[in-house]
């Protein structure tokens, strides 16, 4: 790890106007890594992904969401790691400010990184450097093996979000769709843009 990794996620953003967190907690690893899934309806709606490694969030950014369907390829463009106080954030990010628009905890628990290479466990900081974690997740939607894959690098780096087929695995359910509220509070990002506004 090169400097400090939440660098970024502090130059972006204006504390004394955004209610989001800021960091406080000292970096450092835990054996019981979480996970969390923001839905986010910024300019354009999406789903945040975040991976606790190595004392942050790892964080993509899915447009479509994860899908329980091994078939679905769904794209996840990297953006800057955010701190682990980041995971329970719910709320309205106000106009004119980076990210503006409502957030809600769409799903959230732990994850275990189950990436291999020539049948060695390869380390999750590591793995992402090297373009390709499996993690097998336990949240309140979600469940079982994910991939996510790098296919492209450079300034319009992206990666894939697949589901490994496993007894979660779902063709037939649609957890975008069918389960729309926040897992801390019940409420739709609609009740949270409404409510908080
Ligand atoms: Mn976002």
Same mark, same amino acid.
């Given at each position: 790890m090169n400097g400090d990794p939440l660098e970024s996620y502090r130059r972006k953003r204006d504390f004394s106007r955004t209610p989001e967190p800021q960091d406080s907690r000292p970096l450092q690893s835990s054996s019981n890594p979480i996970f969390v899934i923001q839905k986010h309806a910024a300019r354009t709606l999406h789903y945040d992904l975040r991976l606790e490694i190595d004392g942050v969030l790892k964080s993509w950014a899915v447009p479509k969401g994860p899908s329980t369907d091994p078939k679905d390829k769904r794209l996840a463009v990297p953006t800057e790691d955010h701190p682990l106080e980041y995971a329970t954030f719910e709320g309205v990010i106000p106009e004119k400010q980076y990210g503006a628009g409502p957030v809600i905890v769409w799903d959230i628990g732990t994850y275990r990184n189950i990436t291999e290479k020539s049948g060695k466990p390869i380390p999750a900081g590591e793995a992402v $450097? !090297?373009?390709? /974690?499996?993690?097998y997740l336990e949240g309140k939607k979600l469940n079982g093996g994910y991939a996510l894959r790098r296919f492209k690098t450079g300034d319009d780096e $992206?990666? !894939? !979000? /697949?589901?490994? $087929? +496993?007894?979660? $695995? +779902?063709?037939n359910r649609d957890p975008v769709r069918e389960e729309p509220q926040s897992v801390l509070s019940g409420r739709t990002i609609e009740q949270v843009a409404e409510e908080e506004s």
């Open positions: $450097a !090297l373009g390709h /974690i499996s993690f $992206a990666w !894939l !979000l /697949i589901k490994m $087929a +496993d007894e979660y $695995a +779902d063709p």
